[in-house]
Every structure is written in structure tokens, then in C-alpha cells.
């Protein structure tokens, strides 16, 4: 991951005028590592939706081509120490996560079900206790036209979700790996310990554009 100093929102991220708990999660994040396929950078932080808050991009490469994006994502860890009614808590994650997905797949009525339950079944697998969940999964197809009528159609599935991570200080860097294994699965991916799966990986190699 790249340098996390001077980063943050409206409360100077991990700074040092941050609250302890705020800081501590920065930290656990900064030192999290995902499986290989996923880079993390540091992004700047929204400023109006908590006094302090901190951000990332994530990009899922194939393995077999490392120049090739499979899937890609934003995570942000957001936190009041007043707490906001919403969040039932003083920290609240919010990410979103996008993949391109082959025709067929796409096309299958309980992928968003499925894929929602990936997110939560990460979030378990990691003991990431959370709260108060929502999010929306979509899928949208794009048909090229003129100029572009070569280009072959495209299927995207996004996902955007967030939760109140439980505790005063949360396992921040739980909350992250989850949320990469989600991402990785998107991506269609096999789980990073070669084991075997009770839900069926997405089989496709096209990154979003």
C-alpha cells in the first residue's frame, strides 16, 4: 500500500489530532495485506460525511496477466465520535465494488442475491462483527454504437454497500480483507487457499473500463 501520511477528510485522517480509536483503525488498515492480486492505494477522503474519515482504491488483477484489471473498488472508513442515528455507532464503512461479467453470468436471476451474500459471508468468515447493513447490487449492459460498433457489448455488475463495524474500536483490518474477498470473487477468482466453496466463483476475465 502506498503512503498513508497527510491523508484523511475533514479530521486530518490518521493524523495525530485524530481520536485514538479513529487512528488506531487507520493504522490497521494501512498495515493490512491483501492476497496478491489486489493493490491498494490511498485515495482523498470525503469531507461532509463524517468529521473524520479515511479512503482507499482497490484493483483486482488476472494472475495470469498482471496488466489486465478484473475488478476495482473504493473502501471508506468513516467515524463520529457523537455517533450518527444512522450508523447505530461512531464508525460506518462504505464501499463500492465493480466487476465486468461474461453475458451469461450476467444473466443469472440470483446473482445479486448471491453476490450480496458473498459480502456478508466474508464479512462472518473474518469475525468482522457489523450492524445496520444496506446496499444495492446492479446490473447494467452496454451496447456500442458508430465508432465504438466493434466494441463487443458489456456486462458490469456493481455493488455498493456499507455497515456500522461493532465495537468502540473495530478490527479495522477485518472489515478490509473482507471486503477484497468479496472483490476477488466478483472477479471471479478462486478463494485464495485453494480450498473449496459453497458458492460457485464467477467465471469470467474481462476488467471494467
Known sequence: ???????????GGG???????????????????????????????????????????AAVTDPEDTDSELADGRFVLLHDPQGQDSWQGTFRVVTLGRAELEPEIAGDPLLPEVTWTWLTGALEA????????????????????GGLAERAAEELLE???????EGS??????HLTAWCEL?????????ETGEGSSVVQLP???GPH
Do not use: H, K
Open 169 to 174: 474500536t473495530p478490527d479495522a483490518a477485518a
Open 159 to 165: 455493488i455498493r454497500a456499507s455497515w456500522t463495524p
Open 183 to 191: 472483490l476477488c470473487q466478483c472477479a471471479g477468482l478462486p478463494p
Open 1 to 11: 500500500m502506498e503512503d498513508t501520511s497527510g491523508t484523511g477528510g475533514s479530521g
Open 15 to 57: 493524523g495525530d489530532s485524530a481520536p485514538p480509536p479513529f487512528r488506531a483503525a487507520v493504522a490497521a488498515l494501512s498495515e493490512t495485506r491483501p492476497r496478491p492480486e489486489i493493490q491498494l492505494s490511498v485515495l482523498p477522503a470525503p469531507r461532509r460525511l463524517a468529521p473524520y474519515s479515511f479512503a482507499l482504491e
Open 204 to 206: 469470467q476475465r474481462r
Open 126 to 145: 473474518r469475525g468482522a462483527g457489523y450492524a445496520e447493513p444496506s446496499g444495492t447490487v446492479t446490473r447494467s449492459s452496454s451496447a456500442f454504437f
